[in-house]
């Protein structure tokens, strides 16, 4: 939990360190009785890189517990379902929603906890066809529909 | 006008068919993500948000309030059936009500329970009632200065109060207090940290941050640990409980009320540290301590009343004060911010069809649940079996749907996820993010009031110390900011009092 803690405070501690530095070069300060654009962003990225500084320290005082690392080929599944969540995002203009949701939902219940093919086949049908009558057809969200477009 | 009076405009309101049908909606929503683990209240009503653009404020905020309070009657069958808490404020009923479970006793578990529940949320509502347009009416005298130290402690005890660690709850408040900062600035309106990009101008946007972190993250963490419940093979039998049994668990109702609804008051996950402390205040008082954790009926009644109490006055800051105490509420809030509406003490004056309207969907509300978790009962174990893998691909199509709907913009999608990983990211690291969210929202008007304090005292900081209401905030957050020790105190006596628990 230590090294985790310290790695959290690291990373922490870098973002407050350039948001600080970011509001300084970007946004005037202005003076106390007159505070800027600057003045909240600063004070806040430095009480984010205290507080990072206090959780540092805090996970060097703890002697670190031995990790197991039992998760990593889970940790795979979270990995892949996030990149095919990123490729939906910039697929889903071009391809339209239909079919980038389809294959969507295909990987899920093929790679996450895997399905029988007739099961996810069906589910991602269900999935892509129902949601799409029911948000763009009755609730007219305009999603965008791709090969399906008139 | 009188509090009956508000209260019989409210129910006019809160009676309309369609206020009925959201309502009952937000009901029936609560309590399947209650019973169902993996998704909790604040998820579910992210992803319910963009939903709500298109209905009054009044439906939106009934519908939105029901799914959070309907969460704690769903919460304790799970834990009763399954030794799962279906959200973390059924987490201690899962020492004695499993047990009476499992010793056949799951009916009068699950009565006690849900009848608690119904008592106790009467009871708060009543009590919100009575309390909040008071408490309305004094915040009114409240300027910039006592706003910022209102701000400052309501931010300290959600970093103090919201579990975990407290450094790390301030480390995600100081975060969402940055994050926040993206956009324009609150006072004169110049773009800050938005490197040319127009869609940074609007700053990150509550919804699409609130669904990434809880929707997305939390689908993505279970993807991880790979939920398989098992419903205990049980006849659920004698739903009603003995006349023995609601002899022992009427005095733990009657105090775990009253010590629910005192600390949801308090920001910061009031449900779920009044139902440890109501748990822990039975077992003191009991003469037989040792059948807690062995099916003692008292065990499930205190904590079931107390978190229901909590979820009902946790409303009091936000209707009253414009604070939101935890992510649930936060969430409603921004429902609110959606249809231009402000939480906080001019709201009763000046919408108080919302206010009435809501404190009377509750008390209907809470009698909707009453039947929906008794006479169902054997609905929502069906539920149970729905495997979570086939469920986690439709949460994820609502989020996306959602985000999408936002602005109809595939880089909103695009956002969404990048908040979806921080929020897993934030669960893997023992990161809350509740406080992150909370001070998104709360941030430009912190940083509004902060800096038109300091230009009306013309830089003099001693304007927070020399005002007595400011004064006493402030000296409220520095106890906050002092005091983990009592925290690490109350969790040693909890378990010293609770003492080991039996194994499955």
């Not at chain 1, 970007?26 to 505070?35: A, E, I, M, Q």
């Not at chain 1, 990225?45 to 990072?52: H, R, T, Y």
């Not at chain 2, 003995?242 to 002899?247: A, D, G, K, L, N």
Request: net charge positive; proline share 6%.
């Amino acid at each position: 939990m230590a090294r985790r803690d310290a790695v959290a405070a690291a990373a922490l501690l870098l973002f407050a360190v350039v948001a600080a530095f970011e509001s300084a070069r970007l946004l005037p300060f202005g003076v106390v009785r007159n505070p800027g654009p600057g003045f909240f962003p600063w004070w806040m990225s430095l009480a984010l890189g205290f507080l990072a500084l206090v959780l540092l320290g805090l996970s060097l005082l703890v002697r670190a517990a031995p990790q197991l690392d039992e998760q990593r080929g889970r940790f795979l599944k979270v990995a892949g379902v996030l990149a095919v969540l990123a490729l939906y995002s910039l697929a889903l203009d071009v391809i339209g929603y239909p079919i980038a949701t389809f294959f969507f939902v295909l990987f899920m219940l093929r790679v996450t906890e895997p399905q029988r093919w007739p099961l996810a086949l069906g589910m991602a049908l269900l999935a892509a066809g129902g949601s799409y009558v029911v948000f763009a057809v009755w609730l007219d969200v305009p999603l965008p529909a791709g090969l399906f477009a008139r | 006008m009188d509090i009956l009076g508000s209260l019989a405009q409210g129910f006019a309101v809160a009676a309309t068919p369609i206020n009925l049908l959201y309502c009952f909606l937000g009901a029936l929503i609560g309590t399947a993500i209650g019973v169902l683990p993996g998704l909790g209240p604040p998820a579910t009503i992210a992803l319910l948000l963009p939903v709500t653009y298109g209905i009054a404020p009044t439906s939106a905020v009934i519908l939105l309030a029901g799914i959070f309070y309907g969460a704690m009657y769903g919460g304790s069958t799970t834990s009763i059936l399954l030794n799962i808490p279906g959200e973390a404020a059924s987490v201690v009923t899962c020492l004695d009500g499993y047990q009476m479970a499992r010793q056949g006793r799951a009916g009068a578990a699950l009565a006690v329970s849900a009848i608690g529940s119904f008592v106790a949320g009467t009871l708060g509502i009543i009590g919100l009632m009575l309390l909040a347009p008071p408490l309305a009416n004094f915040a009114l005298k409240f300027g910039a200065t006592e706003n910022t130290a209102l701000l400052v402690l309501g931010l300290m005890m959600v970093g103090y109060l919201g579990g975990g660690s407290m450094t790390k709850g301030l480390l995600m408040a100081a975060l969402g207090l940055l994050l926040g900062t993206v956009g324009l600035d609150p006072i004169v309106g110049s773009p800050r940290f938005t490197y040319g990009v127009f869609k940074l101008a609007e700053g990150f946007q509550f919804i699409l941050v609130a669904m990434g972190l809880f929707g997305i993250g939390e689908v993505l963490v279970n993807v991880e640990r790979s939920i398989k419940p098992e419903v205990l093979q049980t006849k659920i039998k004698g739903l009603l409980g003995s006349r023995e049994e609601w002899r022992q668990a009427t005095a733990p109702l009657a105090r775990g009320s009253l010590l629910g609804f005192l600390i949801g008051v308090l920001p910061g996950g009031g449900a779920i540290i009044s139902s440890f402390i109501s748990y822990a205040l039975e077992k003191r008082l009991s003469r037989h301590p040792e059948r807690f954790g062995r099916g003692a009926i008292e065990g499930v009644a205190a904590p079931e009343a107390a978190n229901n109490a909590a979820a009902t006055s946790s409303f009091i800051p936000l209707l009253t004060l414009g604070i939101p105490g935890n992510a649930s509420i936060a969430l409603i809030f921004a429902a609110l911010l959606i249809h231009g509406i402000r939480p906080g003490p001019l709201l009763i004056q000046e919408r108080p069809e919302i206010f009435w309207g809501l404190i009377a969907s509750m008390y209907l509300g809470n009698a909707m649940l009453l039947v929906l978790n008794l006479p169902l009962i054997r609905l929502w174990v069906k539920l149970l079996q729905v495997p979570y893998p086939l469920l986690a691909p439709f949460i994820v199509v609502f989020v996306l749907v959602g985000a999408y709907s936002v602005n109809n913009s595939a880089t909103d999608v695009g956002f969404t996820v990048i908040f979806g990983l921080l929020g897993y990211l934030m669960r893997k690291f023992e990161f809350e993010p509740a406080p992150l969210v909370l001070a998104m929202i709360l941030g430009p008007q912190l940083e509004a009031s902060l800096r038109r304090s300091l230009i009306y005292s013309r830089g003099d900081l001693l304007v927070f110390f020399e005002r007595p209401i400011s004064a006493t905030l402030l000296a409220l957050a520095l106890l906050m900011v002092l005091s983990p020790l009592i925290r690490r105190l109350l969790q040693r006596k909890f378990w010293e009092i609770v003492g080991p628990v039996p194994e499955k």
